[in-house]
């Protein structure tokens, strides 16, 4: 509820009950002095002129509503509201036609009507039925096998871009392939439904779509390999030196690194050590050392290491 | 009386010009040490060594090529233009962007015929002071001194084409006009794998390491907070340079961060901050970093020097190195970084030597080197 | 002599009795902001977290009132996108094209966060704001109120700061 005190009515001391808005004293007046009696229906006057304007407390959002005004004369309206303030000539005890067009964005609507003194009230617009979905789903890539690593959340909104806070069922679905990996349906709350699951075991895109009725959005996350598991390298002198490269690059669950992926080789010999930061190529890294004594060869990526070589002095 | 003021204001500037070219050097030095900057003036006959020298690097200093390249002696093997290439850099390298501001000098050993000078020339750049030390040989030629210039070897690279094959990063910024939500790229994951904060000679220092866990490039940046113990920040710093800012994937980058003048003594806290963007990048060129040992440079200064191997057909502007030392945990207990003021060439070598400090280097038992690069024209 | 220290005197009281109403009414302007951040979920809020939001969204009223009460768009710039952003917008245009304008003043704002996403990529808010509320038509005010409102805000994170992307009022929670 809207509470307000409205200054124009401050002075305005309540004599008994109110009745539809006019003081229900009648048997007081009959026994009362000339003055007051001239008080009372001053009373009674100014409460009929707070009659002065009705109006739905609650509206649709792109619905048209309607204001009843009751006296009569010229007044000013006013309607102030998110998006809306607009200022226009009425008569009174004439209907004020709000268009729906005015009443497009939820949320609260002043109306005041300006005779003599100023009048208002207030129109609560709510959001009408879901007609879009906004849909984050985090992260963009994610390292396969990782728990509670994916997550969506989806905003229901009307076609005014108003957020519904009705509960409305929104469906995730999560696919990687032609396997499904989650499928549930979530009611919103307070205008927002999420879910959160583990990434798949497979590196490739997943699919993830949030469904209300016939609304759909789709997002697509990109599996990745997580860390390189038994990196191994093997190598070879030639005439420059060493070729050292290793074997297919992949994580523990057998997914090859992508291209890009750093493998840092170090040697180590007498004359000190190399070191070479090279890229994955075609799921392998290879790198030239140069060396003419035996040598200690070593890689690693990340916080991953690999297997030693050790590779005799040139002949 | 009228002429009073003119006269004293010429007899003070004469007076300043005299004291300028005989009086006090720029910097005071100890005895024996000849030095020299820029100055107006005439040079002396070169009837010394020294003098030799100091008319040569005056010269240089000046950028007048050739009266330094004709005062060089009769055994130099050098032509005008390598000889000027020489000082002044080439191919967009650091020296092409830098100025000799100071040099000074001392005989290493001298007879009649012929001396060795040790000079060490500061030089001016767009990332701060560098300081490059070198012996130039000085020969006797009828009555005056001459330096001799050494012919520097050029890598004899034979021509050929280097297809390149190592992959590239783009990066497609969504329009103005993306719906929220609907186009979602997120930054790179970084993670800071190791941090130490120690004093050092000017103040605290926080290092360590931090590696790229993503399948993208990521440009890096590391600050650290020092906390008091009520938890108030005391200072804030970021690790500027001395970081290899763009990592590929599953590259490792060691950092520091130095607090002048700022004692650890009231620190209670370090709050560490890694920022990772999204960056185009390449993966080329590779950069080798051969016979990395652990030395000292002819100043008897601690130094871990190398040589960098460009193994990919694009020329290296302005390399970087970076370099972090362990102790025997395996603690990151130093990172020092240098610039090779030469570019790198395709399929070529440049050294480098990055300076550790004396009380760190016997803790010193292993070390890491990551080279950053710039190349002119390439993101 | 006398005279004219005297005058001195009166005018520098002048001047300070000037400044310290203008800083009051500075002070009172700015509205005050608390944060519940206890029925938070599923994510933690940060300290850090909350320390911005409670700035920020501070921020964004003092810009919003700026806005409505001035009819200029240029305070909306960096505390509101999206919906928020055009519907503040709008009410700026509209009013400004019928003479009109709206006063917040005395702002008082009860956050309640209900949902801080798994990412941290966007936070809901439950905001119970009272304030004194007039509408103006020129100078003559039509409407002068102290109200009580519910409003529901989403705010995600931008490049240095939290912005406001829908501000819905409600009739209640």
Redesign the interface.
């Known amino acids: 509820m809207w509470s307000s005190t409205n200054t124009a009515l401050a002075n305005r001391e309540p004599v008994g009950r109110e009745f539809n808005g006019r003081v229900a004293r009648v048997s007081k007046l009959r026994h009362s002095r000339p003055f007051v009696h001239v008080a009372a229906l001053l009373c009674l006057l100014s409460v009929c002129a707070a009659q002065k304007i009705q109006a739905p407390t609650s509206v649709t959002a792109g619905e048209d509503a309607t204001i009843s005004t009751i006296g009569s004369g010229t007044a000013t309206f006013y309607l102030f509201g998110p998006g809306v303030a607009s200022k226009q000539d009425v008569r009174l005890g004439a209907d004020i036609h709000l268009a729906a067009k005015d009443l497009q964005n939820a949320g609260a609507y002043t109306a005041v009507i300006c005779g003599d003194p100023c009048r208002s009230t207030n129109i609560y617009v709510v959001a009408s039925k879901t007609s879009g979905l906004t849909f984050l789903v985090h992260p963009s890539r994610v390292p396969v096998g990782q728990t509670d690593a994916v997550s969506g959340v989806a905003f229901p909104f009307d076609q005014f871009h108003n957020l519904v806070l009705a509960p409305v069922s929104v469906d995730f679905q999560l696919t990687a392939g032609a396997s499904s990996l989650m499928s549930r349906a979530i009611h919103s709350e307070n205008g927002v439904a999420w879910f959160r699951t583990a990434s798949g075991k497979s590196a490739g895109p997943l699919q993830v779509v949030a469904t209300v009725g016939a609304l759909r959005a789709a997002r697509a996350v990109q599996q990745v390999a997580f860390e390189p598991c038994n990196l191994r390298i093997k190598g070879q002198r030639t005439s420059k030196g060493i070729m050292v490269e290793t074997e297919p690059v992949k994580d523990c669950a057998g997914n090859p690194l992508p291209d890009g992926t750093i493998v840092t080789f170090s040697a180590s010999d007498a004359n000190g050590k190399s070191t070479v930061d090279a890229p994955v190529k075609q799921g392998v890294a290879r790198a030239q050392l140069e060396a003419s004594d035996s040598m200690i060869v070593s890689a690693a990526s990340g916080v991953v290491t690999g297997n030693e070589l050790r590779i005799g002095a040139r002949p | 009386m009228k002429f009073a003021l003119p006269i004293i204001l010429v007899a003070g500037t004469v007076a300043l010009m005299v004291l300028a070219f005989f009086g006090v050097g720029v910097s005071a030095s100890p005895v024996g040490v000849a030095h020299g900057s820029a100055l107006p003036g005439l040079t002396s006959k070169a009837e010394t060594p020294e003098q030799a020298v100091t008319n040569f690097l005056t010269d240089v200093q000046r950028r007048t090529w050739d009266r330094a390249f004709s005062s060089l002696g009769k055994a130099s093997d050098v032509d005008e233009p390598t000889f000027i290439e020489d000082w002044t850099g080439t191919r967009g390298s650091l020296r092409s962007l830098s100025n000799l501001e100071q040099f000074d000098f001392r005989p290493l050993h001298a007879s009649n015929d012929e001396a060795q000078m040790r000079v060490r020339l500061r030089w001016t750049t767009p990332v701060g002071p560098v300081e490059d030390v070198r012996d130039l040989r000085v020969a006797h030629e009828g009555d005056v001194w001459k330096v001799v210039w050494p012919k520097e070897p050029i890598p004899n690279v034979p021509a050929q084409v280097i297809p390149v094959?190592?992959?590239r990063?783009d990066l497609v910024t969504g329009g103005a006009t993306d719906?929220?939500?609907s186009r979602?790229?997120?930054a790179p994951?970084v993670r800071i794998?190791s941090m130490n904060a120690s004093e050092s000679a000017e103040g605290s220092v926080v290092m360590g390491e931090v590696?790229?866990?993503?399948?993208?490039?990521a440009f890096v940046n590391v600050n650290a907070t020092l906390v008091d113990a009520s938890g108030h920040p005391i200072d804030e710093e970021s690790s500027f340079d001395k970081i290899d800012h763009v990592l590929?994937?599953?590259?490792?980058t060691p950092y520091r961060i130095d607090f002048p003048n700022t004692s650890l003594k009231n620190v209670k806290n370090v709050r560490m901050d890694v920022k990772a963007t999204l960056v185009p990048a390449s993966?080329d060129p590779?950069?080798?970093?051969?016979?990395?040992?652990i030395d000292s440079d002819v100043q008897g200064k601690a130094v871990l020097h190398?040589k960098l191997?460009n193994?990919s057909g694009q020329t290296v502007n302005i390399p970087h190195v970076i370099a972090s030392f362990y102790d025997n945990n395996g603690k990151v207990v130093w990172v020092s970084d240098g610039y090779v003021d030469r570019a790198l060439l395709p399929q070529s070598t440049e050294r480098f030597a990055v300076e550790i400090p004396r009380s760190l280097a016997g803790k010193i038992q292993n070390?890491?080197?990551?080279?950053n690069q710039y190349s002119l024209g390439q993101s | 002599m006398k005279i004219s220290q005297l005058a001195r005197a009166g005018f520098l009281v002048i001047a300070g009795l000037l400044l310290s109403a203008l800083s009051m009414r500075a002070a009172d302007s700015s509205p005050v902001v608390q944060l519940n951040t206890s029925k938070a979920g599923p994510r933690q809020i940060e300290s850090l977290t909350e320390r911005g939001i409670l700035r920020d969204y501070r921020f964004a009223w003092t810009s919003l009132a700026q806005a409505l009460e001035f009819n200029t768009v240029d305070p909306l710039d960096g505390p509101f996108v999206g919906d928020a952003k055009k519907w503040i917008t709008d009410s700026v245009n509209s009013q400004k094209s019928s003479g009109l304008s709206t006063r917040h003043s005395d702002q008082n704002h009860k956050l309640e966060a209900v949902f801080y996403a798994p990412e941290g990529d966007v936070i809901e808010l439950h905001d119970t704001a009272e304030y004194q509320l007039q509408l103006l038509d020129g100078s003559k005010t039509v409407y002068d109120a102290h109200v009580v409102m519910h409003y529901v805000v989403l705010m995600t994170p931008a490049a240095d700061r939290w912005v406001i992307r829908q501000l819905q009022a409600v009739p209640q929670f």
């Open positions: 094959t190592y992959l990063w719906e929220w939500g979602n790229v997120d994951r794998t590696v790229n866990e993503d399948t993208i490039p590929l994937p599953k590259q490792v993966a590779v950069i080798g970093v051969m016979d990395q040992k190398g191997l193994q070390f890491h080197v990551v080279v």
